[in-house]
């Protein structure tokens, strides 16, 4: 059973830093894009920042410039680099994978809390 567990969230002050990653496991045979959400209480969940395999990589508007998002398909796992976080950066993060091994999800992760506070 394909699966996806994140890990990295937690407590930082703003402008601080925080690196979630994503690994993929079960048996993994191909995995094209991958992406990063995010959702807010009382928010819908929203895109953060995707990559494909060949690593060509978006942005939401609003990460821009703060955000970078990286994989290693040798692992199957995706990174997000979070830098000047910002209170508004406070969300519960999920990683994404619309098709893994040819068959369609989407697959999600758990999920793990970012909170950005002082």
């Known amino acids: 059973q394909v699966q996806l567990v994140e890990s990295g969230g937690g407590l930082v002050q703003p402008g601080g830093s925080l690196r979630l990653s994503c690994a993929a496991s079960?048996?993994?045979?191909?995995?094209?894009?991958m992406g990063w959400y995010r959702q807010a209480p009382g928010k819908q969940r929203d895109l953060v920042a995707t990559?494909?395999?060949?690593?060509?990589?978006k942005y939401a508007d609003s990460v821009k410039g703060r955000f970078t998002i990286s994989r290693d398909n040798a692992k199957n796992t995706v990174f997000l680099q979070m830098n000047s976080l910002r209170p508004e950066d406070t969300a519960v993060y999920y990683c994404?994978?619309?098709?893994?091994?040819?068959?369609?999800?989407?697959?999600w992760g758990q999920g793990t809390q970012v909170t950005v506070s002082s």
């Open positions: 079960g048996r993994i045979l191909s995995i094209d894009l």
């Open positions: 994404n994978a619309p098709v893994i091994n040819y068959f369609r999800g989407p697959y």
């Open positions: 990559i494909t395999f060949d690593g060509t990589a």
